[in-house]
């Protein structure tokens, strides 16, 4: 399957994406549009000019109308958007709709209506176990048995490349909280997914029910300030160590998208319980890439997850809590068995205590004003071809508390 839209070589966002975003171009109203190459495609105007069955959804500067529609209706747009892509009969029609990425002003693409945040990668817990709780056991004793999640701040996600004030609050002291910036602000490369279709109160969803109600995956990044969280975290979990800013991905990649990327998790000793259990392999053969100031420190892989989406999603309904559109279920921190595939600096860093050193010279423990993370990643798609997720990334300003 080739199209006619020049994509250049190794590019994320091939025939075989068609990820959906929201984009702005200067002096419009945000609309609906999906990267190809290096360009977008005003889905807009390209509804307006009757290439798309239904004009409703794309004219909007969220994806939640389009997400809510189900479906029945992604599948029909994707099939629709691939033929016109493809088919270079429809090349005259559709290259006037094309807006070069750099003259596309990304937006939020969704309203996030709940922030959920697992724990399910097993490298990333026993390690943070380790540093934590030094001495204690390497998981918590219901680790094995469900995944481990909380309730994040949904009204603090916010766009990539919007910049991380450092937040301020209380730390351990020696004999009394000391109260400043944090000393200790780190990242959490994970990977998300976001709500399509609601679901009733009252009504838990089965891992067999995710590509019915789950739209897409984003990349996020949960910044956090580990000083911050030590001293707040128990017994109710992370609170403001975590709500200040997590920042996600312009573009969210289709689940039909990563059908090829789809591999066996990691074996679950023991089994879970019977609503916990899947049909299909849900582990995502994609890897990501963190990069500081322009560095490259880590390559997490997400194939080792633990908890798969669909397990997310069934533990997160269990107890008959609906889905809203717009709900974000991340991942946890993505982490892998080598030093560098650690999805966080706590981990890169072991709390600071081994730090990095950038080839420049620089070392780091924690990010210091200024600094740049930038996170990517690539899922496996047909034929090798990659199917990219574009970045999520921020850069680090000082504040005076
Ligand atoms: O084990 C702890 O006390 C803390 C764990 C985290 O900070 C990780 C978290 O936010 C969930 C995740 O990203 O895996
Ligand atoms: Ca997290
Ligand atoms: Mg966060």
Not at 52 to 72: K, V
Not at 253 to 274: C, D, K, Y
Not at 310 to 331: C, K
Request: aromatic share 8%; hydrophobic share 40%.
């Amino acid at each position: 399957m080739e199209t006619w839209v020049p994509v250049p070589n190794g590019s994320g966002f091939g025939v075989h994406n068609l990820p959906y975003g929201v984009f702005s171009r200067r002096g419009e109203l945000p609309r609906v549009g999906v990267a190809i190459g290096d360009h977008v495609l005003d889905l807009a105007e390209l509804a307006a000019a009757g290439l798309l069955a239904d004009r409703r959804w794309f004219a909007s500067g969220t994806l939640n109308a389009f997400m809510a529609a189900g479906r029945a209706v992604w599948q029909a747009t994707r099939d629709r958007l691939t033929t016109l892509l493809t088919d270079a009969a429809y090349r005259d029609q559709v290259e006037p709709h094309l807006v070069p990425l750099s003259d596309a002003e990304p937006r939020l693409p969704f309203d996030v209506a709940d922030y959920v945040d697992f724990y399910s990668s097993r490298d990333h817990a026993a390690n943070v176990s380790q540093i934590f709780r030094p001495g204690g056991d390497p998981l918590p004793p219901n680790w094995l048995h469900l995944p481990i999640g909380y309730h994040g701040r949904a009204g603090t996600v916010v766009l990539s490349g919007t910049p991380i004030v450092r937040p301020c609050g209380q730390r351990r002291g020696d004999d009394v909280p000391v109260f400043g910036p944090t000393v200790k602000l780190d990242v959490e490369a994970e990977v998300g997914f976001v709500v399509g279709v609601p679901s009733a109160l009252g009504r838990p969803v089965p891992t067999a029910g995710f590509r019915d109600h789950v739209f897409g995956f984003v990349l996020v990044n949960d910044w956090s300030a580990r000083d911050i969280q030590a001293w707040e975290y128990q017994p109710l979990g992370p609170f403001l160590g975590k709500s200040f800013a997590t920042s996600i991905s312009p573009w969210v990649v289709p689940v039909a998208a990563l059908e090829s990327a789809r591999t066996g998790p990691p074996a679950q000793n023991p089994e879970p319980l019977p609503y916990l259990r899947t049909d299909e392999p849900w582990g995502l053969e994609m890897t990501l890439q963190i990069e500081l100031n322009g560095h490259v420190v880590s390559r997490p892989p997400f194939a080792r997850m633990y908890w798969t989406a669909p397990q997310q999603l069934a533990h997160a309904t269990v107890n008959g809590a609906a889905l809203r559109t717009g709900d974000l279920m991340a991942s946890g921190t993505v982490s892998g068995p080598t030093r560098h595939e650690r999805g966080s600096l706590i981990e890169l860093t072991w709390d600071g205590r081994d730090p990095l050193v950038l080839p420049d010279g620089q070392r780091r423990a924690y990010l210091e004003d200024g600094d740049t993370v930038r996170i990517q990643a690539t899922a496996a798609g047909p034929d090798g071809a990659p199917i990219g997720f574009g970045e999520v990334t921020g850069t680090v300003l000082p504040v005076i508390c």
